[in-house]
């Protein structure tokens, strides 16, 4: 018999997720640590966690990891990056951390283009505080500070972070994914795994943007947020590569 | 070792270069511009990194980051600037990461001015972010002073796993004077410097639990950040054997003058002419604003000391109140303060102290 599947030795072995049933995080950062072993990266990688519940993961990981202050995770990945090249640096980032918060620090980052890796958790609202709207809430999306939903006239329409980068010149490779059904979970992992080779391989500033849900907060459960996300998150942010400068270099 | 003419910024720059400060991260600020213009300049020379960041808050935050990874680092700023930072040194304190940071304070509160001043004591000394966190502080009264206590200051920082600052003013940071500069560290011992922290520094390990490393400004568990602050208060309390002040001439002095950084520069040279004058003046200078020397102010023979004179460039004054803590009601303190961008001078000193001697 061939073993075809076992759990990354990047989780904790003693530790059980403690994130809500059907939230994406447990997911994604399996995905992350399969690619860092297969990779051979695992023992060479520095983790820049977001606040919030991307911080959580603190709690899981079984490598070495920095919790950056609320939305400083590009800054904190550029000290670390910038004073050891060799390491594989990724900041993992959620929606207000990376487009509120932190909107200076990313896009700056992703304007020096910083020689790291940036994965953006989008799900369009604020986890661990307890659902208050965030940059990437989509209009009418109820929040807990916008009780009656997202107003454009008050509140603006979401951000398009990986759009917005796709302005500077300097970012290598964009793309935005989702983990709602297995197909995407194989192409979130393909994302994850260009991006960190395109910074083994010195390319420079490259974003994976992953659509999530949040069950929890978007008041619903498992697989009513999912509906949700594919009726309406995948609306908003369409799934695709937005930038991928290494087929620009094929072309010529 | 020979002597250099350099202004206070960029002795201060080259000192830290000299003490293994490999990266240095800051955004433009007066009166420190001369600081990062430095590194930029001085940084490629030496294999380091300069970067300027988008804010003072992205800079403190790549400090934190390549702190973190081992690397000397060290950013600057004033004032207002430093505000701005508090966030990114109170996570250096949580999380346990040396680094270093200079203040050449400028007038406040606000944007405040630009002339320097002496208007972030209690910010310095007592709550330079949230969270209770201390830090070694060093207030230099020449640009030698400035020189030698950056150079230590990373050894500090090192030694105790904490932040250190240096409390400059615009004064020391904007004027030239000539300066003996410490020696170069080498590659070998910058190298052997990073080497050491190679077990705590986020830069990729072994995949066990015992050989990870995880840099945590803060904790799940109440009972780890009971613990952890525990520690932390068990490190501030080792810092008596650190104390470093100067007195002069207190032997029969019937006033003393109480005053650090620049103020206090300028208040010995009031001294040296009072004591021409026959005024019988002393001074006592705290050099460790963070902690406090109040065991300076039993140096006083109280017999004879009529008042002690606070000298500080703040208004309302924050130094006089840790001199009150050190005085102990054993005399009055009386006052002399500017504020506004305008440098202590010494007639006003001289005044204030004939004053107080004859109340």
């Known amino acids: 018999m061939e073993k075809i599947y076992t759990r990354t030795k990047t989780i904790q072995e003693d530790k059980v997720s403690g994130f809500c049933p059907g939230c994406m995080h447990s997911t994604v950062m399996k995905l992350i640590g399969e690619v860092l072993e297969e990779l051979g990266q695992v023992q060479n990688t520095a983790c820049v966690l977001g606040i919030g519940c991307c911080g959580l993961h603190m709690d899981y990981m079984a490598y070495d990891n920095i919790t950056a202050p609320?939305?400083?995770?590009?800054?904190?990945?550029?000290?670390?990056?910038?004073?050891?090249?060799?390491?594989?640096?990724?900041?993992?980032?959620?929606?207000?951390?990376?487009?509120?918060?932190?909107?200076?620090?990313?896009?700056?980052?992703?304007?020096?283009?910083?020689?790291?890796?940036?994965?953006f958790i989008n799900n369009g609202i604020y986890g661990m505080t307890g659902g208050q709207m965030a940059?990437?809430?989509?209009?009418?999306?109820?929040?807990?500070?916008?009780?009656?939903?997202?107003?454009?006239?008050?509140?603006?329409?979401?951000?398009?972070?990986?759009?917005?980068?796709?302005?500077?010149?300097?970012?290598?490779?964009?793309?935005?994914?989702?983990?709602?059904?297995?197909?995407?979970?194989?192409?979130?992992?393909?994302?994850?795994?260009?991006?960190?080779?395109?910074?083994?391989?010195?390319?420079?500033?490259?974003?994976?943007e992953i659509v999530t849900n949040c069950p929890t907060n978007w008041g619903t459960d498992a697989l009513g947020s999912l509906e949700y996300l594919e009726q309406n998150m995948l609306k908003e942010f369409p799934l695709g590569v937005i930038r991928d400068k290494s087929l620009e270099e094929e072309g010529k | 070792m020979s002597r250099v003419f350099m202004k206070g910024c960029e002795a201060i720059a080259e000192a830290a270069v000299r003490a293994g400060c490999r990266f240095f991260a800051g955004y433009p600020i007066t009166p420190q511009n001369e600081i990062p213009e430095y590194f930029s300049r001085r940084m490629p020379e030496v294999g380091g990194t300069f970067v300027q960041g988008e804010s003072e808050v992205a800079s403190i935050s790549m400090?934190?980051?390549?702190?973190?990874?081992?690397?000397?680092?060290?950013?600057?700023?004033?004032s207002c600037g430093i505000a701005l930072k508090s966030e990114g040194i109170s996570y250096c304190a949580s999380a346990r990461i040396p680094m270093v940071y200079v203040n050449v304070s400028r007038g406040g509160p606000g944007v405040g001015s630009i002339q320097p001043a002496q208007m972030d004591y209690m910010q310095a000394t007592k709550a330079s972010g949230n969270g209770g966190f201390q830090m070694l502080v060093f207030a230099p009264s020449t640009v030698q002073e400035a020189v030698d206590m950056?150079?230590?200051?990373?050894?500090?920082?090192?030694?105790?796993?904490?932040?250190?600052?240096?409390?400059?003013?615009?004064?020391?940071?904007?004027?030239?004077?000539?300066?003996?500069?410490?020696?170069?560290?080498?590659?070998?011992?910058?190298?052997?410097?990073?080497?050491?922290?190679?077990?705590?520094?986020?830069?990729?390990?072994?995949?066990?639990?015992?050989?990870?490393?995880?840099?945590?400004?803060?904790?799940w568990s109440t009972a780890v950040m009971q613990r952890t602050n525990e520690k932390a208060a068990a490190l501030y309390e080792s810092w008596e054997k650190d104390l470093r002040w100067?007195?002069?001439?207190?032997?029969?002095?019937?006033?003393?003058?109480?005053?650090?950084?620049?103020?206090?520069?300028?208040?010995?040279?009031?001294?040296?002419?009072?004591?021409?004058?026959?005024?019988?003046?002393?001074?006592?200078?705290?050099?460790?604003?963070?902690?406090?020397?109040?065991?300076?102010?039993?140096?006083?023979?109280?017999r004879k000391c009529k008042a002690v004179l606070d000298v500080e460039m703040s208004i309302p004054a924050q130094f006089l109140r840790d001199v009150s803590i050190g005085v102990k009601d054993r005399c009055p303190i009386t006052t002399c303060l500017c504020s506004g961008g305008n440098i202590m001078s010494r007639e006003s000193i001289i005044e204030a102290a004939k004053k107080s001697l004859e109340a």
């Open chain 2, 246 to 302: 100067e007195e002069y001439r207190l032997e029969d002095a019937e006033l003393v003058i109480a005053a650090y950084g620049i103020s206090a520069r300028i208040a010995r040279s009031a001294v040296n002419l009072l004591r021409q004058e026959g005024y019988p003046v002393g001074l006592i200078r705290p050099i460790t604003v963070n902690p406090f020397p109040y065991k300076a102010f039993d140096q006083i023979d109280y």
């Open chain 2, 63 to 78: 400090v934190y980051g390549a702190a973190s990874s081992g690397t000397r680092a060290m950013t600057s700023s004033s």
């Open chain 1, 70 to 119: 609320h939305g400083r995770a590009c800054a904190v990945a550029t000290g670390i990056k910038r004073t050891n090249p060799d390491t594989l640096v990724y900041t993992y980032q959620g929606d207000g951390d990376l487009a509120s918060i932190g909107l200076a620090e990313t896009l700056s980052a992703a304007n020096r283009g910083e020689n790291f890796s940036v994965i």
């Open chain 2, 150 to 219: 950056t150079y230590a200051a990373f050894d500090y920082a090192d030694r105790d796993r904490n932040p250190v600052l240096i409390l400059a003013d615009g004064v020391i940071g904007t004027m030239m004077e000539p300066v003996e500069l410490p020696p170069m560290r080498s590659d070998e011992e910058i190298r052997a410097i990073k080497e050491n922290k190679r077990s705590w520094a986020c830069v990729g390990h072994e995949l066990d639990y015992a050989h990870r490393a995880w840099i945590e400004p803060g904790q």
């Open chain 1, 135 to 208: 940059p990437t809430t989509l209009v009418g999306m109820k929040a807990t500070t916008a009780p009656k939903g997202r107003d454009p006239k008050e509140h603006g329409y979401p951000m398009h972070m990986c759009e917005i980068m796709n302005q500077l010149v300097a970012p290598y490779y964009l793309e935005r994914t989702s983990c709602n059904n297995p197909a995407n979970v194989r192409k979130t992992k393909a994302a994850i795994k260009k991006a960190f080779m395109n910074q083994l391989e010195g390319k420079g500033f490259s974003m994976v």
